[in-house]
Nanobody, 125 residues
Framework: QVQLVESGGGLVQAGGSLRLSCAAS?????MGWFRQAPGKEREFVAS??????YYADSVKGRFTISRDNAKNTVYLQMNSLKPEDTAVYYC???????????????????????WGQGTQVTVSS
């Protein structure tokens, strides 16, 4: 069992920045961030398998995912935030190695077996 603890959410004005952190209690193979806005389905934001990052088109160029393997922690640096980025952000992790050269698996929620409790990000206009 792996537990994930997220931190770093909050309220920020449009154009501002936030940094989310997710600390895992054990070793992970891949970690990712998903978000869910009110009335919408959960959507992929970013993920990282070892040193390979993957991004949703909507955040590419604005968000950066990184990992500190020594701390079993993944970060999401969010810059140039927009009101449409407002959502609850969830950290996800997978411990079982699975290669996918297309990268599509790492963008899929069902790929991850562990989830954090979520952290609210609100971007005001």
């Amino acid at each position: 069992q792996v537990q994930l603890v997220e931190s770093g959410g909050g309220l920020v004005q449009a154009g501002g920045s936030l940094r989310l952190s997710c600390a895992a209690s054990g070793l992970t193979y891949a970690m990712g961030w998903f978000r869910q806005a009110p009335g919408k389905e959960r959507e992929f934001v970013a993920s990282m398998r070892w040193a390979d990052p993957y991004y949703a088109d909507s955040v590419k160029g604005r968000f950066t995912i990184s990992r500190d393997n020594a701390k079993n922690t993944v970060y999401l640096q969010m810059n140039s935030l927009k009101p449409e980025d407002t959502a609850v952000y969830y950290c996800a992790a997978r411990t079982i190695p699975t290669m996918d050269r297309t990268g599509s698996l790492y963008r899929t929620g069902s790929f991850y077996g562990y989830w954090g409790q979520g952290t609210q990000v609100t971007v005001s206009s």
